[in-house]
């Protein structure tokens, strides 16, 4: 194990973890405040809470603003939460009570990862990348926390491995880490040091005819200021206000900083697929053309970025200033490239080299740097914004971040909730479950989600109904931390409870099911299913519900009721089931109500109708026995009558006549009923459209023609309405109980009213009306009994005809009958 050093702060090791076998493999410095801190001597510092560890923080960053900082002690929610924006490792003892890990493992670990950076300049390029990526490793993990993260980001941050890199060994140049795309050398030379003097003549010459010990000691003091002036390039660059303008200050600084006098960064379009010029040195505006766009894989840029690595000019690239030119360009990682230059070959050295992958490593950095900002700041918008309740648990299970919203609901403030265990919150069956699925979706579904239903723990000891949707936040390939939107259920399980106390109580019998292979398997049943079926819920849940219900030899695929079903009730079916007292006759419905990946679930509404077939069944006997055996009696009657009214004369005619015109009213009563019956039996979509007049017209005519002493008129415009011969029948019933009952010589007046929708038929005389007992009676004011009832059926079947038609029927005064009939284009 790599022994390291840790530096604690004012109050010293604290009793807490004195003894932790953990301590073998640190050096323990106590200091008295941040001003005593060899930085370069120390791995990690440690401070405790509530020991002004704000100006420790403070002033270390100032002495080392890589320096790790651990805050430990007791628990404190308001300096976990400040830690976090500050970037500081939050550690406190309650947290390490459960847990194979302690605070000095975690400490250790600390240390040891700061300690592992590699010698100053032992990895030049790696050294660099790493010092621009310090900056926001310390809140990596908040990243995916949403923008809290985003205050903690520390522009002028540089590691101590790169402040004294002017001064150490040497080593080869290797990948950057910080792009997925690398930025190395091409060659192998080993960087020259004032202890390691550059021995290359042929790849470095001298720059003047001085001694090679002075060109040494020159060399020495250009790389050293270089390296100076890098830094600073550095700092620059990882400020945030000058993130628009990153590709101009990497351009100049390959002539400020590298003395090589063109320079120009070139940023990839992914919309284009091309690398487009984004900034360029002083001397590229005023020597040289406008630079040309290239695609993704053209030319010097295109093959370098495509590559992955440096590239050298050779002799083949046009638009190059007059001279013996040189050019290296080097890949920016996704973001596009630089390339640097001179007009003189002899000024390119492998010092250049070396220093223009380094400044290629830092304009990387600060690409991805202002990427990241960027994804910050829309973070930060949406965590504002926000309105769903979200929290964030680090690896274990403590709250790194939540939503206002959320803390709102269980009466903290987010300060109070921050670092403490969700265990505070959640019920222990909850905990567990949900400790499972994350292990669940790690292992098999790292992309995916799953949701538990639980209790919320409030601050005031209350319960909330919650539904928790779980998923994984990625950290380097891992998945430390998850992620959690909790949605209340308060008003939903209110809902539930109005729906089963329905389910319950209804009498129609409901099975609610789940679909799968074998069929439509059983969850709940209602008591009347029980009642109606003869059944035990409990025992028939789990089993396919047909296999008890439905009759042999009775096909059920008819009922439509399948895994397919529209989240909508289908249309009833007439169905037969077994019953407790036989086979019965049901309308069934199904719906679907819910999709899961068990399969569809589904309600079955059974409505017994078995006593109403029975009674349409008899009624239709009753009607067309007694609608055949009446007309077959009643034509005998009005025929012997016609016999008797030719053969006899005086007051034995006159009975006869009237006989007979009562025969003849009672022969009409079976076709009036029909009538009634098929309209009652039609739906209003079955009618067809017909031209309103050509209704109209036929029944006046045919009441002129019964009735010469009656004066009939229509004013009937050319109007569609929905209605047919059926129609044209009821309009000559109104027409035939006007002129019988209006008087000698009636005036009868057919009027129309037309409106967008509809239109209003009005039949009119000049009679004395139909009793307000019988109209009560057609319109439903009165119940028909044996003394009230209307004295034919004229009128009924008018009513019925205008109703199967979706109109309406009414008075408007005693001798006035309104149709309202829809309108058709």
Same mark, same amino acid.
């Given at each position: 194990?790599?022994?390291?050093?840790?530096?604690?702060?004012?109050?010293?090791?604290?009793?807490?973890?004195?003894?932790?076998?953990?301590?073998?493999?640190?050096?323990?410095?106590?200091?008295?405040?941040?001003?005593?801190?060899?930085?370069?001597?120390?791995?990690?510092?440690?401070?405790?809470?509530?020991?002004?560890?704000?100006?420790?923080?403070?002033?270390?960053?100032?002495?080392?603003?890589?320096?790790?900082?651990?805050?430990?002690?007791?628990?404190?929610?308001?300096?976990?939460?400040?830690?976090?924006?500050?970037?500081?490792?939050?550690?406190?003892?309650?947290?390490?009570?459960?847990?194979?890990?302690?605070?000095?493992?975690?400490?250790?670990?600390?240390?040891?990862?700061?300690?592992?950076?590699?010698?100053?300049?032992?990895?030049?390029?790696?050294?660099?990348?790493?010092?621009?990526?310090?900056?926001?490793?310390?809140?990596?993990?908040?990243?995916?926390?949403?923008?809290?993260?985003?205050?903690?980001?520390?522009?002028?941050?540089?590691?101590?491995?790169?402040?004294?890199? !002017? $001064? /150490? *060994?040497?080593? %080869?140049? @290797?990948?950057? =880490? #910080? +792009? &997925? !795309? $690398? /930025? *190395?050398?091409? %060659?192998? @030379?080993?960087? =020259? #040091? +004032? &202890? !390691?003097? /550059? *021995?290359?003549? %042929?790849?470095?010459?001298?720059?003047?005819? &001085?001694?090679?010990?002075?060109?040494?000691?020159?060399?020495?003091?250009?790389?050293?200021?270089?390296?100076?002036?890098?830094?600073?390039?550095?700092?620059?660059?990882?400020?945030?206000?000058?993130?628009?303008?990153?590709?101009?200050?990497?351009?100049?600084?390959?002539?400020?900083?590298?003395?090589?006098?063109?320079?120009?960064?070139?940023?990839?379009?992914?919309?284009?697929?091309?690398?487009?010029?984004?900034?360029?040195?002083?001397?590229?505006?005023?020597?040289?053309?406008?630079?040309?766009?290239?695609?993704?894989?053209?030319?010097?840029?295109?093959?370098?970025?495509?590559?992955?690595?440096?590239?050298?000019?050779?002799?083949?690239?046009?638009?190059?200033?007059?001279?013996?030119?040189?050019?290296?360009?080097?890949?920016?990682?996704?973001?596009?490239?630089?390339?640097?230059?001179?007009?003189?070959?002899?000024?390119?050295?492998?010092?250049?080299?070396?220093?223009?992958?380094?400044?290629?490593?830092?304009a990387t950095a600060a690409f991805d740097r202002a990427a990241?900002?960027?994804?910050?700041?829309?973070?930060?918008?949406?965590?504002?914004?926000?309105?769903?309740?979200?929290?964030?648990?680090?690896?274990?299970?403590?709250?790194?971040?939540?939503?206002?919203?959320?803390?709102?609901?269980?009466?903290?403030?987010?300060?109070?909730?921050?670092?403490?265990?969700?265990?505070?919150?959640?019920?222990d069956d909850a905990v567990e479950t949900g400790q499972q699925?994350?292990?669940?979706?790690?292992?098999?579904?790292?992309?995916?989600?799953?949701?538990?239903?639980?209790?919320?723990?409030?601050?005031?000891?209350?319960?909330?109904?919650?539904?928790?949707?779980?998923?994984?936040?990625?950290?380097?390939?891992?998945?430390?931390?998850?992620?959690?939107?909790?949605?209340?259920?308060?008003?939903?399980?209110?809902?539930?409870?109005?729906?089963?106390?329905?389910?319950?109580?209804?009498?129609?019998?409901?099975?609610?099911?789940?679909?799968?292979?074998?069929?439509?398997?059983?969850?709940?049943?209602?008591?009347?299913?029980?009642?109606?079926?003869?059944?035990?819920?409990?025992?028939?849940?789990?089993?396919?519900?047909?296999?008890?219900?439905?009759?042999?030899?009775?096909?059920?695929?008819?009922?439509?009721?399948?895994?397919?079903?529209?989240?909508?009730?289908?249309?009833?079916?007439?169905?037969?089931?077994?019953?407790?007292?036989?086979?019965?006759?049901?309308?069934?419905?199904?719906v679907t109500y819910k999709r899961t990946a068990e399969g569809?679930?589904?309600?079955?509404?059974?409505?017994?109708?078995?006593?109403?077939?029975?009674?349409?069944?008899?009624?239709?006997?009753?009607?067309?026995?007694?609608?055949?055996?009446?007309?077959?009696?009643?034509?005998?009657?009005?025929?012997?009558?016609?016999?008797?009214?030719?053969?006899?004369?005086?007051?034995?005619?006159?009975?006869?006549?009237?006989?007979?015109?009562?025969?003849?009213?009672?022969?009409?009563?079976?076709?009036?009923?029909?009538?009634?019956?098929?309209?009652?039996?039609?739906?209003?979509?079955?009618?067809?459209?017909?031209?309103?007049?050509?209704?109209?017209?036929?029944?006046?005519?045919?009441?002129?023609?019964?009735?010469?002493?009656?004066?009939?008129?229509?004013?009937?415009?050319?109007?569609?309405?929905?209605?047919?011969?059926?129609?044209?029948?009821?309009?000559?019933?109104?027409?035939?109980?006007?002129?019988?009952?209006?008087?000698?010589?009636?005036?009868?007046?057919?009027?129309?009213?037309?409106?967008?929708?509809?239109?209003?038929?009005?039949?009119?005389?000049?009679?004395?009306?139909?009793?307000?007992?019988?109209?009560?009676?057609?319109?439903?004011?009165?119940?028909?009994?044996?003394?009230?009832?209307?004295?034919?059926?004229?009128?009924?079947?008018?009513?019925?005809?205008?109703?199967?038609?979706?109109?309406?029927?009414?008075?408007?005064?005693?001798?006035?009958?309104?149709?309202?009939?829809?309108?058709?284009?």
């Amino acid at each position: 194990m790599v022994r390291v050093t840790v530096s604690f702060v004012a109050e010293g090791v604290p009793a807490a973890i004195d003894n932790s076998p953990d301590s073998e493999a640190v050096t323990v410095v106590e200091v008295a405040d941040a001003t005593a801190v060899d930085v370069a001597a120390t791995d990690c510092v440690v401070c405790r809470i509530g020991a002004d560890w704000q100006q420790t923080a403070a002033a270390l960053r100032v002495l080392d603003p890589a320096m790790p900082l651990v805050l430990t002690g007791e628990a404190d929610p308001r300096a976990g939460a400040l830690a976090s924006r500050l970037g500081v490792e939050y550690a406190p003892y309650e947290a390490f009570t459960d847990i194979d890990e302690t605070v000095w493992s975690r400490i250790v670990d600390i240390a040891n990862a700061s300690s592992t950076v590699t010698t100053p300049m032992e990895n030049t390029q790696d050294t660099v990348a790493s010092s621009v990526e310090s900056v926001h490793d310390a809140t990596e993990s908040v990243t995916h926390a949403v923008a809290t993260a985003h205050d903690s980001v520390d522009t002028d941050a540089t590691p101590r491995s790169v402040t004294s890199a !002017t $001064s /150490s *060994t040497s080593a %080869t140049p @290797s990948t950057s =880490p #910080t +792009s &997925s !795309t $690398s /930025s *190395t050398s091409s %060659t192998s @030379s080993t960087w =020259p #040091t +004032s &202890s !390691t003097p /550059s *021995t290359s003549s %042929t790849e470095d010459p001298p720059r003047s005819d &001085s001694p090679p010990e002075n060109q040494a000691a020159r060399e020495r003091t250009r790389r050293e200021d270089a390296l100076k002036e890098l830094l600073s390039t550095t700092r620059e660059l990882m400020m945030p206000s000058n993130a628009q303008n990153i590709p101009s200050i990497v351009a100049q600084a390959a002539a400020d900083v590298l003395g090589l006098e063109f320079g120009l960064v070139r940023r990839y379009d992914p919309d284009g697929d091309r690398l487009i010029p984004a900034g360029a040195s002083d001397a590229v505006h005023e020597k040289m053309v406008a630079r040309p766009v290239y695609d993704s894989d053209e030319g010097m840029p295109g093959k370098a970025f495509q590559r992955g690595e440096p590239v050298e000019y050779e002799g083949d690239e046009p638009q190059l200033p007059d001279g013996d030119p040189a050019a290296r360009i080097v890949p920016l990682g996704d973001h596009g490239t630089l390339t640097v230059g001179t007009a003189d070959r002899q000024r390119l050295t492998e010092t250049d080299r070396l220093l223009i992958s380094l400044l290629a490593t830092s304009a990387t950095a600060a690409f991805d740097r202002a990427a990241r900002i960027e994804q910050l700041e829309t973070y930060r918008a949406i965590h504002e914004n926000v309105k769903e309740r979200i929290y964030v648990l680090d690896k274990h299970g403590r709250i790194r971040m939540t939503t206002d919203s959320l803390t709102d609901e269980v009466g903290y403030s987010s300060d109070e909730v921050i670092g403490r265990p969700v265990t505070d919150f959640l019920p222990d069956d909850a905990v567990e479950t949900g400790q499972q699925l994350l292990e669940a979706l790690e292992n098999d579904h790292p992309d995916a989600s799953r949701t538990l239903e639980t209790r919320l723990l409030t601050r005031d000891g209350g319960e909330i109904p919650v539904e928790i949707e779980i998923s994984l936040l990625p950290d380097d390939g891992d998945y430390a931390e998850s992620v959690g939107v909790v949605r209340n259920l308060t008003a939903l399980e209110a809902e539930r409870a109005r729906f089963q106390s329905l389910f319950d109580r209804s009498p129609d019998a409901i099975v609610d099911t789940l679909f799968t292979e074998e069929g439509p398997v059983v969850r709940e049943v209602n008591h009347a299913f029980e009642e109606t079926f003869g059944v035990e819920g409990d025992r028939i849940r789990g089993e396919v519900v047909d296999d008890h219900i439905v009759p042999d030899g009775v096909d059920d695929e008819v009922t439509g009721f399948g895994p397919d079903m529209d989240e909508q009730l289908t249309d009833a079916i007439e169905v037969q089931r077994s019953t407790a007292d036989g086979i019965g006759t049901f309308l069934f419905r199904g719906v679907t109500y819910k999709r899961t990946a068990e399969g569809a679930r589904a309600f079955g509404v059974y409505t017994d109708i078995t006593d109403r077939k029975a009674d349409e069944r008899f009624i239709k006997m009753l009607n067309r026995v007694l609608r055949h055996n009446l007309r077959n009696a009643v034509n005998i009657v009005v025929g012997n009558l016609r016999l008797l009214e030719s053969s006899v004369d005086g007051d034995t005619e006159t009975y006869a006549e009237r006989a007979l015109s009562g025969a003849e009213r009672i022969s009409e009563l079976p076709e009036q009923v029909k009538h009634i019956e098929r309209a009652y039996q039609t739906d209003a979509t079955a009618f067809e459209t017909a031209d309103l007049a050509q209704l109209v017209e036929p029944a006046v005519d045919r009441a002129r023609r019964k009735n010469p002493d009656a004066c009939v008129t229509a004013d009937v415009p050319d109007v569609r309405v929905r209605g047919d011969a059926l129609l044209e029948t009821a309009l000559d019933e109104l027409l035939e109980n006007a002129v019988t009952h209006a008087g000698a010589e009636p005036t009868v007046t057919v009027s129309t009213h037309v409106a967008d929708d509809t239109v209003t038929l009005r039949v009119s005389d000049d009679g004395p009306g139909i009793p307000q007992l019988e109209r009560d009676v057609i319109t439903g004011y009165t119940d028909i009994t044996q003394l009230t009832h209307s004295r034919g059926l004229g009128l009924w079947v008018a009513y019925y005809t205008v109703t199967s038609l979706g109109g309406s029927f009414s008075f408007d005064d005693p001798a006035t009958v309104v149709l309202e009939l829809p309108r058709e284009e």
